[in-house]
Each structure stands twice: as structure tokens, then as C-alpha cells.
């Protein structure tokens, strides 16, 4: 269920190969037992045009959506785990983050469902 879209600069995936940054936020986000293993997905959307605060600094953010119910905490853990494995696989990038947003159970629905 949860999905983690990795929006980057486009330098970031020629410093990493996106296979790698993927595997690392799932990992990362497996390792916090909150998900099904089956269950994670993850993209990435490196861009060309960008501009980060008037500039064109590197910069990557991790917008994750997961299904309702964690606990603030766990989402601030899941956040900062994340976050401190991207930092380490790039510590000179100067721009890390992510933010966690709830899937309203009411309102989602996939193919097996209907």
C-alpha cells in the first residue's frame, strides 16, 4: 500500500544509479516493520528544470503516502529513517526531505477492490 515518489535533481541519479536510491528508501522503509513487505512501492522522478529557492541546488524530497492509522511517532520515525539513509548515501547534497501523508481509508480504492 504505502508509495514513496523520490522527486530529485537530475545530478542525483548520475551520482547514484536510481536502482540503488530506490532500494534504499525501501529498504528503509521495510526496516520499519509499519508495512507488508509485498506491499511497498516505490518510484523516482529525477528533473532537468528545476528551480529550489532561486537556485539550482541538488536536492531530493520523498513525498510518501501510507494507509491512516500510524502513530505520529511512527511516521516521525519513518521520516527520519528515511531521510538519515539518503543523507548517508549523499552527504554533500545540500537539500534531504521528505514528508508523510495519510491515504482516508473511506476514500481509497485499487482493481481488486471493485
Known amino acids: ?20 536510491i530506490i532500494e534504499t528508501v ?5 526496516a520499519t516493520n509499519l508495512f507488508a513487505k ?9 528533473y532537468i528544470y528545476y528551480n529550489v529557492g532561486g ?6 524530497h520523498v513525498f510518501g503516502n501510507i494507509m491512516e492509522g ?3 511517532e511512527q511516521k516521525n520515525n519513518l ?3 528515511i531521510v538519515k ?3 548517508e548515501m549523499f552527504p554533500e547534497t545540500p537539500i534531504i526531505s ?12 485499487n482493481k481488486s477492490m471493485v
Do not use: W
Request: proline content about 7%.
Open 55 to 60: 537556485d539550482t541546488k541538488d536536492f531530493i
Open 26 to 30: 525501501y529498504n528503509t522503509a521495510d
Open 98 to 109: 521528505i514528508n508523510i501523508r495519510d491515504f482516508d481509508k473511506a476514500g481509497y480504492c
Open 1 to 20: 500500500m504505502p508509495h514513496f515518489i523520490i522527486e530529485c535533481s537530475q545530478p542525483i541519479i548520475e551520482q547514484q544509479r536510481p536502482e540503488a
Open 85 to 87: 539513509a539518503l543523507k
Open 79 to 81: 521520516s527520519r529513517s
Open 38 to 46: 509485498g506491499d511497498i512501492k516505490v518510484r523516482i522522478n529525477p
Open 70 to 72: 500510524r502513530t505520529e
